[in-house]
């Protein structure tokens, strides 16, 4: 994509190039946005970057690797002393810290580790404990966290100490003694707030929060919903464990679509540009391999009518027609299921509509194609296979027929399909895709070598 | 989708449907979420809700009507006094606000805005002015703004005064004299700061910002990688216009994905559960129509193979596992290609390469499924269809091979074409669907047919 927020690596290369002074050229840097900043590290030798670990403070160049991919982030932490890594490490949101983490190397990962602030330490070992699909796995332990028992002067100091540390600062929360949570702050709230007002007046208690242990598909749509800067993320005690921000938010909700996206297509992860062959290979071959298979039982059904296609070789040339316009038709269908099912929790009723629409519309949709197809069709093979009016009109009757029934089917295997395996509690979107192209493979063989046997072959008795 | 989180429903219905004075029921619907609050609302009666309306207080309503959805707000509106509607309007986001009064009925709209404050007013019509397309239209003019000459303690208490109106405090926008956008304050760096600490020194003097009138699609990926809490959205002056926030930013990017998704599937749009038939009719018709047209071109194209058929019927059996194993091979391809063009731009050596490692990819992944399906069809058809060895191996061969060109040729297409469309300036995920098929079906049947005609029929001379 061009860039067309303004382009700043031009003028900060020529900053860093410059020969100014240490304390202007640092200056001249922190009037620019930690995210253009990370953007030009890749672009600078790596002499040139050794002079910006000098030149930056700790906690610029940790918000620089917030924004840095983790792979170039390892590999600018080799570049520099390993105490000042680690203290860049200690300042960075754990989740952002755990996946730099985890791209260094496992000797240097160990040294790294064991140089962190112990704090930092224990949060980062706690975030690694969820697995990849917990929330608590991408959770940030870098947020504001007063008791419930302070006066609203108490917790504007408590606020600006940690507010050093700690960037999340829109929200904060309370805990009571016992460290259970017990509600939030909004920071504006806290800010318009008169001193000698009771810091109880200003606590959401009923505030949104999850469970670190839950599945981040099962939650994500109802973060999203809340749209709050940080929601927090609780133990199986209710004790606080860290928080989501929104940042955070913004890339499951794209890694999520990314995913299904994917899978709709076929590929059972979405793919990266600089992933090796391999990686992609298995990626595609795994449902490359279904395909195959559920293709061979479509080839041995068209197999028992070669004696009607060897009777009637024209109907032949539009069998790959109506396959495509049911799998189309299917597609369409799975896709809005999927949709509809990912961002709404369906009543039994709900799905019976969606069920009865999807007919509707496959029905209406079949309807206009197949008269579409049954006039133009009838005209080329009249015109072009020097074939009778009533032969040519009688096939592609047949054809149009076969294709309104077959877009009927299709609309309603592609949505009861994916509403089944959310039922059994499969992924729709990985489970649909290959179903419902050989259902409807099946589907649109049978219905169209079937009707050319029956009406044009026994009742007609046509014969090619 | 269940809900994952704490479901507050019943406990809130329970205060709501009780007898307790306003004031103590005011309190106790104060603890909770705005969003569950407005989760709330379609399951009371429209007394219930009028009763809520006079209890809660200006500000928590117009929150709830934030994360209410616009059709159910404006019958909300309509429950109560015009008066109340347009003061709870006024104080909601510019960006909700405009989203709710197009919803209205026009007259009723009409008596609002007059009744809107006059600053909110010259907001909603500014917002209004903007395309659907353009990101200007989905910002808001909720946000603190100071000029630049003032000091800390000014600040703060600037700060203070308009928090009471604003939401969006995390960001602190600085402005010349002249209006022009000047930089941005971190709230968190403002708050840390001690009273005689220079302005100017917290200051992001090249903090990111957008043009009102640049388009939505185009800067989204840039907007997402800052993840601020708010971006400056200016007008071709520089001068700040609003802001657009990171709960704008989720929607946006849910939106630009749900769009592609959509019509990766063969949708000109993502559908809504709600839409009535014919809007989603109208979203599906135009491919299937236009795909309905390709179809008949691959049609013709497999009547000139007639003879070939004709001679040797059992080929026909598998033509729809070789059109469509090469229609999924490129449906992979596309979506890759149409993934890594959305977030990355790509330099012409990185084109280059993404295409060969497709091919070598569908290479791969052709030879293996070449090999596979030569070794099982040719098994097949020796058991169950009666033919000689040689004759079973002879046709499973030409369809390993046919199967493997094809493969390879449908990664190269769905690699070039979405390159090509990205080029002349074409949205890819919207053009490259259908003639992705059609090319890849034309592809196929002409390797397999012409294939079968000159190995089985020209050099081995067998027949049917």
Redesign the interface.
Known sequence: ??????D?SK?ILKIIRSNTSPAVMGGRL????E??LADVMPKLTVQERCKLYRILDTDMLSDIFE?TDEENAAEYLNEMDVRKAAAILSRMETDALADVLNKVEKTKKKILIDLLEPEVRRDVEMIASFDEDEIGSRMTTNYIVITDKLTVKQAMSS??EQ??KN?N??TIFVVTEQQKFY?AIN??EL??ARRDDLLENL????????YAE??ID??I?????????SIPVLDNDNQLLGVIT??S??DL??DE??D???K????TA??D?KEP?KE??KK??P???I??GL??V???V??IF?KV??AL??I??????I???A???G??S???TI???????LTGK?KLE?VW?EM??GL??GG??GI??FA??GL?IYL??GKTLLFSYAVSGCIGVALLLAMLISSAVGTCIPLFFKKINIDPAVASGPLI?TVN?LVA?ITYYGLSWLFLLKMLNLA?
């Open positions: 994509m061009e860039k067309r927020v303004q700043y003028e922190q009037d620019y946005h995210n253009d924004y606020l600006i507010a050093a960037d600062i829109s509600g920071l504006k800010i318009i606590v959401v208690t009923s505030y949104p929060y999850v839950e599945n099962e939650c749509e109802e973060l999203k919903d809340y749209s709050e800067d929104s940042a938010i913004i909700v794209d679509m990314g299904d996206y994917a709709l297509a076929g590929l979405e793919e540009l062959l992609s290979m595609r071959l449902w490359l391999i395909l195959l293709g061979m479509v080839s041995s068209v197999g070669e296609v060897t070789p024209i032949m040339c539009f069998q790959s027609l396959l495509d316009m799998g189309n038709v597609t369409q799975l896709a809005v949709r509809v099912l990912m961002d709404e929790s709900q969606l629409k509707r519309i209406c949709n206009l194609l579409l197809s133009l069709i080329y072009f296979k192209t493979d063989v090619g």
